[in-house]
T-cell receptor, first 115, second 117 residues
Framework: DTAVSQTPKYLVTQMGNDKSIKCEQN?????MYWYKQDSKKFLKIMFS???????INETVPNRFSPKSPDKAHLNLHINSLELGDSAVYFC??????????????FGEGSRLTVL | AQSVTQLGSHVSVSEGALVLLRCNYS??????LFWYVQYPNQGLQLLLK??????LVKGINDFEAEFKKSETSFHLTKPSAHMSDAAEYFC???????????????FGTGTRLLVSP
């Protein structure tokens, strides 16, 4: 009964390929996020969706395309992968509005390695 | 723009010693502040948060942090380190407009806590 689950946990691929990472949360939250953690552990927000609508897009290359089919799912598709895309990608979710406690709930991460 | 600075990328302590991880924030108005912990190969989990007038905040596993507006600091402490505390710790800041629902959390660069026997 994992709260925020991501698949796959590990992904190794060649430059130029296209890959997707899926995220699902069963917490009833209506806001979901993608964060990127680089090799130096620096965490930076990429996208945020609220009720399937894109709210935050932090100047991420348009090779990255998030998709939210419903408020419990937020997938990340990456086209034409580059070496610099190698990182750990974290999905997270939270409440909004009056139920928002300020806490984000994170998945365990998806480690992407581009060769 | 809001930001946090964590002093020291690594902190080493002996088991049983005091843990002190430093975090200073930059914000024109008092923000919401958080400490998250990341154990190896896991996602982040919330340790504690400052969102109200109570400046001393207690979290899980005997961690606590004190919000000091005059010093723009939110340092994390624990009286006695355990081996299981070895992890990466992140300070984070968020604007106070939380009722908009859009949590634009900005993280510090993290501090790795090493605990020796």
């Amino acid at each position: 009964d994992t709260a925020v689950s991501q698949t796959p946990k590990y992904l190794v691929t060649q430059m130029g390929n296209d890959k997707s990472i899926k995220c699902e949360q069963n917490l009833g939250h209506d806001t979901m996020y993608w964060y990127k953690q680089d090799s130096k552990k620096f965490l930076k927000i990429m996208f945020s969706y609220n009720n399937k609508e894109l709210i935050i897009n932090e100047t991420v290359p348009n090779r990255f395309s998030p998709k939210s089919p419903d408020k419990a799912h937020l997938n990340l598709h990456i086209n034409s992968l580059e070496l610099g895309d190698s990182a750990v990608y974290f999905c997270a979710s939270s409440h909004t509005g009056g139920a928002n406690t300020g806490e984000l709930f994170f998945g365990e991460g998806s480690r992407l390695t581009v060769l | 723009a809001q930001s946090v600075t964590q002093l020291g990328s690594h902190v080493s302590v002996s088991e049983g010693a005091l843990v002190l991880l430093r975090c200073n924030y930059s914000s024109s108005v008092p923000p919401y502040l958080f400490w998250y912990v990341q154990y190896p190969n896991q996602g982040l989990q919330l340790l504690l948060k400052y969102t109200s007038a109570a400046t001393l905040v207690k979290g899980i596993n005997d961690f606590e942090a004190e919000f000091k507006k005059s010093e723009t600091s939110f340092h994390l402490t624990k009286p006695s380190a355990h081996m299981s505390d070895a992890a990466e710790y992140f300070c984070a800041v968020s604007p106070r407009s939380m009722n908009t629902g859009f949590q634009k959390l900005v993280f510090g660069t993290g501090t790795r806590l090493l605990v020796s026997p």
